[in-house]
């Protein structure tokens, strides 16, 4: 079957670094894709991965292992604003997404 | 003005109504998509779009209808709403042919109660 898996909440204080993990099983595969969504609001796009290895932009990288259906979201220098919940999705010409990780960024 | 744009932002309705949900864009995106969002289940996929010939189900199409009225407009329907189709609706595009590597654009989202 399909499916994606994420932790459900992550805690971190405001300027520390923290990683997401996301584990895939999809039917089929072209890449991965990580969306930021604050509370009531529409996703954004904030990565995708297609090959194996680690994506930067800015203070978020996203990292991939396709021979281990395993992928990470790293933020660095956390801010408040960064609190929201943090979707991976993986799949083909449509992605199956997980249900979220809520990251609460303390000061 | 936004991307992509649904209407109504909110609804609130009654049981056995029928309810349209219309979603328009002017990214001239080809590939568009239907969404509902529900605490603890994440995203999941209700109809997809490819082109205005094209309509495909998602993972939980029952209940549901679909129209592509052109390249630009979505719309979502509930025949007869019931009260676990309430949620937070999302519509989506993405560029094609080369959608599957492309990310996908929400609109900010219709939140629709069935009483």
């Known amino acids: 079957g399909q499916n994606i898996d994420q932790p459900t909440e992550m805690t971190a204080t405001e300027g520390a670094i923290v990683q997401i993990n996301c584990t895939y099983q999809?039917?089929?595969?072209?890449?991965l894709f990580w969306y930021q969504q604050h509370a009531g609001e529409a996703p954004t796009f904030l990565s995708y991965?297609?090959?194996?290895g680690l994506e930067e932009k800015g203070r978020f990288s996203s990292f991939l292992s396709r021979s281990k259906g395993y992928s990470y979201l790293l933020l660095k220098e956390l801010q408040m604003k960064d609190s929201a919940s943090y979707l991976c999705?993986?799949?083909?010409?449509?992605?199956?997404f997980g249900t979220g990780t809520r990251l609460k960024v303390l000061a | 003005d936004a991307d992509v744009t649904q209407t109504p932002r909110n609804r609130i309705t009654k049981t056995g109504k029928r309810i349209m949900l219309e979603c328009s864009q002017t990214k001239g995106h080809d590939r568009m998509y239907w969404y509902r969002q529900d605490p603890g289940l994440g995203l999941r996929l209700i109809y997809y779009s490819f082109d205005v010939k094209d309509i495909n189900k998602g993972e939980i199409s029952d209940g549901y209808s679909v129209s592509r009225q052109a390249q630009a407009k979505f719309s979502l329907s509930l025949e007869s709403a019931i009260p676990n189709q309430t949620a937070l609706y999302f519509c989506a595009t993405s560029d094609g042919p080369s959608g599957d590597n492309q990310p996908q654009h929400f609109g900010d989202g219709t939140r629709l109660s069935i009483l």
């Open positions: 991965n297609v090959l194996d």
């Open positions: 999705a993986a799949g083909t010409y449509k992605y199956i």
């Open positions: 999809t039917s089929g595969f072209n890449g």
